[in-house]
């Protein structure tokens, strides 16, 4: 009787063991997948930004046209933004990057507009600047609801008893969405 016991004992330990491994693997595949719907709700919202753009410049171009400096250096930071979301090999902290150029060079440009009443006044212009500002604020939204799926699935990852799981079955720590050192200063404009 008491090898039954044993042997019952064991076999509960056992399917709690699977059943715990299963549990955490289901759970990391869960996050991984958050981050990377996470992933892609931010890259939805870095598209349009991309795609209102040219609207935006050409805008600004006819009222402020001498301002070359400012509107090549908007356009450049565009092609660099599409280009890393073009590049299959590019990751979040590369993508960052060239994303944080092009909100730089936006501030600079928005900036420099101010200093034209009739472009301000122009019907158009305010339509683009405000689908800007929401597409910015939809932007900074998706970041911090990224960041925060990656802290709780790189969380998952590190710590211990999931980690063993995590190690097993390779999941990696998933890349932050962060400003670069640019970004957190503020630009300078030159009128």
Known sequence: MTVIIVMSIILVVIIAVVAWAVGT??????????????????????????????????????????????????????????????????????????????????????????????????????????QLTQIEQRIAYSRQFYNDVVLKYNTKVQTVPSNIIAGMFNFLQAEYFQVDQASRQVPQVRF
């Open 25 to 130: 693997y289901n759970g990391l595949v869960a996050m991984r997948n958050r981050v990377s719907n996470g992933w892609a709700q931010i890259d939805v919202q870095l598209k349009q930004r991309s795609d209102l753009i040219p609207n935006y410049v050409q805008t600004v171009k006819g009222y402020a046209s001498h301002e070359n400096e400012v509107l090549t250096q908007v356009i450049r930071a565009r092609a660099g933004a599409v280009a890393a979301a073009h590049n299959p090999n590019a990751n979040a902290v590369e993508r960052a990057a060239a994303e944080n150029a092009l909100s730089r060079a936006l501030f600079n440009l928005q900036a420099t507009a101010e200093a034209y009443p009739q472009l301000q006044a122009n019907q158009n212009f305010l339509q683009l600047q405000a």
